[in-house]
């Protein structure tokens, strides 16, 4: 199977106070780097990082093993986001997609393996997401055949978690590895 992770972190953080892809441990390793390493690390072929505020100063963090996609349009909402995400990735042809909000520095690649295996028999059909005590959580997997679906699905603000449940998604306990919390305060 052929994947292609995502990292999501072209949003402006207002919660946070400055956007995420610019957000650094308290090691200082940057967040953005994280995620394309978790997504990497648990299989993806390709790992894409979707920038749009400040897109200059988080494309330099971006590791060289990962492709950025432009996101011009990033005010209006994680829709889209989403959809220059998706429509990158759609490009490259795999056969699902692996979504990671930037936010999730402590996600354990095992996660992205666990979501990858649930697509089942026909992964470019499927729809997979990790939850963590039940809760709806990251990393989510998605077939390539809802790609096109899920971008002309999403508006505003709107993540895709309301048509990954109209499309069965499966859910996928993750909890056991890591918190699944985001991390939207300082």
């Known amino acids: 199977m052929r994947t292609c992770g995502i990292v999501l972190a072209a949003g402006a953080g207002t919660r946070y106070g400055s956007p995420k892809g610019l957000a650094r441990t308290a090691h200082g390793a940057p967040w953005v780097r994280l995620a394309a390493d978790m997504l990497r690390t648990g299989g993806c072929d390709d790992v894409l990082v979707a920038v749009g505020a400040r897109a200059d100063e988080v494309a330099a963090l971006v590791p060289a093993a990962a492709r950025t996609v432009r ?5 209006e909402g994680l829709s889209a986001t989403l959809r220059a995400a998706l429509g990158a990735a759609s490009v490259l042809d795999p056969d699902a997609v692996i979504l990671t ?86």
């Open 101 to 186: 909000p930037v936010d999730t520095p402590d996600a354990d690649p095992q996660a992205v393996g666990r979501v990858m295996a649930a697509l089942g028999d026909d992964p470019r059909r499927g729809l997979a997401q990790a939850t963590y005590g039940g809760r709806p959580g990251h990393p989510v997997a998605v077939g390539s055949a809802h790609l096109a679906p899920l971008a002309a699905a999403v508006s505003g603000d709107q993540g895709a978690r309301p048509y990954l449940v109209a499309h069965g998604v499966a859910e996928v306990e993750c909890g056991d590895l890591w918190s699944g919390e985001d991390c939207d305060r300082r």
């Open 71 to 75: 996101v011009e349009d990033w005010h």
